[in-house]
């Protein structure tokens, strides 16, 4: 099934998508104004259109060594759960299917964006800077999946829970607080210890992290949980990692609050994150991190892809030919550390 909007739609380069998400970050609220952007570099569409120009799926998947869950076909509904508009997502659904059903070609990406998330606004009673965000996301799902798969999803959200359950602006503040210190907080001496959440839905979903200590390997301290029976990816923690090296871009993930908290790239994570093709923004303290490489000296607020693969050359085509190091300290030896770690505790 296709029309003249779904094929409008389809003119559109990647590019084009985040030059228009750019567009209305200062009209997104603030609580899912990363988080968008955040989104987009999870489910780039020139990757999708790549894997499915491909002969042979598996082959090409192989050829970009990703592994993990990739693709929007399965979490049409669910994608974007992270996101505060997430709770909109039965209105912005019916809003999108109303339009799509159309054969009107669409007008300028922004204007189809304002125009549908004005109307899940209206129907959700809520405001249009609620809906923004998670319209965009919505739109490229539709791009994504096609109409006939998008139409066909039950159309509904998550209950909010956990810190999502607060208003906009009491989220916002929380990403931005960081765990008391005590009355002694202030003195160089006391060993300051903060918390990473990977899930706003529970307060079950975060880990201790130390001041200045890499997330990764904070992540890997955390058996609260069997992680690997969630993520086949994750050896220990939450956050899946293979080389603590910045050589695989397993660990990348997406910053919803406390970016400024973490210490900026280095050279080398900067030329591997090109690598990979994750696109991070080339902004001081960018929302999008290898964990393995990102240090914090407070509370940060992360969300964690479903998948990894190295595209960058040959998709982005942004990367010159490139010997990538070799791995210095594998799963095995990461392990290693943690239980050394653990035992002397």
Known sequence: MSNSFITSLEKHTEADWLAAVDSLAADIHEVD???????????PLDLVRYLRSAENIDEAKRSIAMQGDFGLEDRIDTSHSFLYGHRFWPNVKAAIDTRAASDTPAAD?????????????????????????????????LMQVGPEAFKAAAGVASKPSGILAKSPDDIVRVRKEDDSQGIFGFLKTVDKKF?????EYTSRDRFTILNDQEIAAASALDRSQDWQSKDKRCWEGPVPVECTSASCGTCWVGILGGAEKLNE????????????????????????????????????????????????????????DVELEPVTTSAKKLRETVASATKSE
Do not use: D
């Open 109 to 141: 990406l922004i204007t189809e964006i304002r125009s549908i998330a004005r109307a899940a606004a209206e129907a959700a009673k809520t405001k249009e800077p609620l809906t923004l965000g998670i319209v965009a996301a919505g739109l490229m799902t």
């Open 33 to 43: 104004r990363t988080a968008t952007q955040v989104w987009f570099r999870f489910y």
């Open 195 to 199: 918390s990473v959440t990977h899930n």
């Open 265 to 320: 790239p280095s050279v080398r994570e900067r030329k591997q994150m090109k690598v990979f093709g994750y696109n991070q923004p080339e902004e001081p303290k960018p929302f999008l991190r290898l964990a393995c490489q990102s240090r914090t000296t407070g509370n940060v607020t992360l969300v964690i892809p479903p998948w990894n693969a190295v595209f960058g050359k040959k998709i982005r085509g942004n990367v010159e």
